[in-house]
């Protein structure tokens, strides 16, 4: 039998930084409303694309791993704001790599998009057909955001996670996971204007995300805590056996309900939302990657992790981590530098918006 191993991390946060005091001079908001209703307190916006937040992000994994892109078998690339749909993004993050010899694929499940990524990628190791895969989760939500809208701009942030897996005989890595799918709900949360559903002869209007947001709150919090349990189920592993729980993060509210409703102790729930907002596909990848940087997750550790979004997609993985928790050499990947601060950068979106 063969086993995917994580066996490097990486994650990319670009550096313009957006707080809270920040985005209420844009929408009529305010920093305790914010972070009494969400836990957000700052969120960071790209000055780069989708595919250059991924090419780092999985840099990094790969120098944490020790190994070479061009050893590299398949690029995954779980996003909802790929830079180009064809060619798809993950043929840039290839190219940029210089993983000449890899299957390059783009795949979205919005924010379970990291999690389905790393099944799929497993499943692939697992039935003996690559030997070595970087999945990697980036997204620029902040290309979708209406700056006129407090409902929505509060909440989202960009940035990019990944990981790099390789075939082991030893139980690491994937070992027990659950996904699915209500698609009855699927309005509830979507973009508008964007796809060919739409008619590109008539004058359009912005992409932008719509959600009814106290709705998906209640969804969220059943399904990834139900899927926990049918995971532990399949694992046959009892919470007391999980070290660490990295859920998705859309709001620390969820994430509260969630530990309350598992009975998870604090010291064991990854939560970095105040930073970075909700970077949908990427706030698992980027979550565990601080995880171990945190030091929360050590050798041989049990981790749970949960995902929900649109879809409405949800998603739960049980992961064995191996006996390395430190990089095999430390990565000089770095993004361009940005000379602009977080409110310069979306300025001309927000006049935009504001019209
Ligand atoms: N600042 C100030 N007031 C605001 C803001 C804001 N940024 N946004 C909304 N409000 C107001 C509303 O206008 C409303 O005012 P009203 O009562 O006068 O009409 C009031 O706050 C309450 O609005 P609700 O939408 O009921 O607020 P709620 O407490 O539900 O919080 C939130 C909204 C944060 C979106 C919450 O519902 C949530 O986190 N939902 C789940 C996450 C989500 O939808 N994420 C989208 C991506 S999906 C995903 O990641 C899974």
Wanted: hydrophobic share 45%; proline share 3%; net charge negative.
């Amino acid at each position: 039998m063969h086993y995917a191993e994580i066996t490097g991390w990486g994650k990319c946060v670009p550096p313009a930084r957006i707080s809270n005091q920040d985005i209420a001079t844009v929408v009529d908001t305010s920093d305790e409303w914010i972070s009494s209703r969400t836990g957000i307190k700052a969120r960071h916006v790209s000055h780069v694309s989708t595919a250059e937040l991924a090419t780092v992000a999985a840099q990094r994994a790969l120098d944490c791993a020790g190994i070479d892109a061009k050893d590299l078998d398949l690029v995954l690339v779980a996003t909802c704001t790929p830079s180009t749909v064809v060619a798809n993004t993950a043929s840039e993050v290839q190219q940029r790599l210089g993983a000449t010899g890899a299957a390059a694929c783009d795949s979205n499940a919005a924010c379970s998009g990291f999690l389905y990524a790393l099944q799929m990628a497993t499943a692939q190791i697992q039935a003996g057909m690559i030997k070595r895969a970087v999945v990697i989760a980036a997204e620029r939500m902040s290309w979708y955001i209406n700056w006129a809208r407090r409902d929505s701009a509060v909440l989202f942030g960009d940035g990019a996670g990944a990981v790099v897996l390789e075939a082991t005989e030893q139980a690491l890595g994937l070992l027990a996971s659950k996904s699915g799918c209500d698609s009855s709900d699927r309005s509830i949360l979507h973009i508008e204007n964007f796809g060919s559903n739409i008619n590109k002869y008539e004058a359009i209007g912005g992409s932008e995300l719509h959600f009814v947001g106290p709705e998906i709150f209640k969804r969220a919090v059943k399904g990834m805590s139900g899927a926990c349990d049918d995971v532990l189920n399949q694992a046959q592993l009892s919470l007391d056996d999980i070290d660490v729980l990295v859920p998705h993060q859309a709001n620390l509210r969820i994430i509260q309900a969630i530990q309350q409703r598992l009975k998870v102790e604090d010291d064991k729930v990854m939560v970095n939302i105040d930073e970075y907002g909700n970077t949908s596909a990427a706030t698992i990848a980027i979550a565990l990657c601080e995880a171990v940087e945190r030091g929360m997750i050590k050798p041989g550790a049990n981790i749970m992790s949960a995902a929900f979004g649109a879809g409405l997609t949800w998603a739960a993985s049980y992961i064995k981590w191996g006996q390395r928790v430190t990089p095999v050499r430390q990565s000089s990947a770095e993004l361009p530098p940005c000379p602009q601060t977080g409110l310069e950068l979306i300025a001309d979106a927000v006049a935009a918006c504001q019209k």
